[in-house]
């Protein structure tokens, strides 16, 4: 039986404790937005004032041909201004893209029971996590989204942890996108000076997360967000969005794609993944390279799935600018810190924008 969910704790309970999730809530049958889920007027999505990131994708077979250097031009521009691409022919075959979506709408149409075992705190293994927001606990308004979030250590822990319902294409899309990670890895690193070596890169993307993120319908998308503004904390992030769109991204200077503080759609692009530069990147690059603040808006039409690879150095690593790039520019923008420090001032703050940043930031008193 679903509670009253104008009461804040029975709806919490519901959605957040017993791990039904905003899907549980809208398929016992909502009508209006829970006021738990009613986003202050400066986090609303204003869709008819975003315009389209028009740029096509930038095709990744190119690399190592004899239009390298203007397509690892084209990355580098797109890192330095927006922080967000696209990319196609990227070593992801495109079949698995659609039995990737196919995947996230099975996972969350299963049972509640299913899902909710892996709760963070009763989950059988600590590699897999399903949950709904971002810290509930700490928001003042919640997202419209659930999740499941799959770490990855090695093949064999995870046949044997990860949902076996998603597991089988969501290590190959691992598999298949790792690749294309460190090839953009290698593009950004050299034109910032540094002659990257095989084992640093494997270091900048030690850690490797599958999510699979579910936005239901919503009754009235102008009050929601299935995310709130946010940059994403690691390395690169490759994404998968399906057709539905309601992506945004914040110009942070003036460029070729708009004014600053403006924000614009990335839009579906069949076939194509979307990059875009984490937190790790804009520090060791000085700044160089743009972690986008972005954002997610809800559709009262159709559900939409998104699912990204979050890639990040080592819990253990020491982050810092690099110092090819620190010896070029004259000055630090950042401290160096320790990664798993960042990540829980991270991880137990709700979504601000580049607030995240400040953790790492010299003079940011
Ligand atoms: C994220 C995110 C975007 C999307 O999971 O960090 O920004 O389109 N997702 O779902
Ligand atoms: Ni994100």
Redesign the pocket.
């Known amino acids: 039986m679903a509670p009253s969910f104008d009461d804040g704790n029975s709806l919490f309970n519901f959605v957040v404790r017993d791990g039904n999730g905003v899907k549980g809530m809208v398929d016992s049958g909502l009508s209006t937005v829970p006021q738990a889920y009613m986003q202050p007027p400066i986090e609303r999505i204003d869709k008819d004032r975003a315009r389209k990131h028009g740029h096509p994708p930038i095709d990744l077979s190119k690399l190592g041909g004899p239009e390298h250097d203007e397509v690892a031009k084209q990355i580098v521009r797109a890192a330095e201004s927006l922080g967000f691409f696209q990319v196609v022919n990227h070593g992801v075959p495109v079949d698995l893209l659609e039995s990737l979506k196919d995947a996230a709408h099975d996972f969350f149409s299963l049972p509640a029971e299913k899902k909710a075992v892996y709760r963070d705190d009763v989950s059988p293994t600590p590699l897999v996590k399903y949950g709904t927001s971002f810290v509930p606990q700490k928001e003042k308004a919640l997202e419209w ?1 659930d ?1 499941i979030s799959m770490q990855y250590t090695n093949d064999a822990e995870a046949l044997q942890h990860w949902p076996e319902e998603i597991r089988d294409v969501s290590l190959e899309y691992l598999r298949t996108s790792m690749s294309m990670v460190r090839k953009l890895l290698q593009v950004l690193l050299e034109n910032l000076g540094v002659k990257p070596e095989d084992l640093m890169i494997d270091a900048l993307v030690d850690k490797k997360m599958v ?1 699979m ?1 579910y ?1 239901p319908t919503c009754p009235n998308p102008d009050l929601t967000v ?2 709130g503004r ?1 940059s ?1 904390m690691g390395t690169l ?1 490759i ?1 998968l ?1 399906d057709g539905i769109g ?2 945004y991204v914040k110009i942070e200077d003036d460029s070729e794609f708009g004014k600053k503080g403006e924000w614009v759609e990335i839009p579906p692009v069949p076939s194509a993944l ?1 990059i875009n530069v984490g937190d790790m990147v804009q520090v060791l690059s000085n700044g160089k390279y743009k972690s986008a603040e ?3 808006r809800t559709t009262s039409t159709k559900s ?1 799935v ?1 699912i ?1 690879i ?1 890639t990040m150095p080592n819990a253990t690593a020491k982050i810092a600018p690099l110092p090819e790039v620190v010896e070029k520019d004259g000055n630090t923008l950042y401290k160096e810190f320790v990664l798993a420090d960042y990540m829980k001032n991270f991880f137990s703050n709700a979504h601000d924008g580049k607030k995240s940043l400040d953790f790492a930031k010299i003079n940011s008193a």
């Open positions: 989204k999740y999510n993120n936005y299935g995310v946010h994403d992030t994404l969005q309601g992506l979307v972005h954002r997610v939409r998104s990204p979050f």
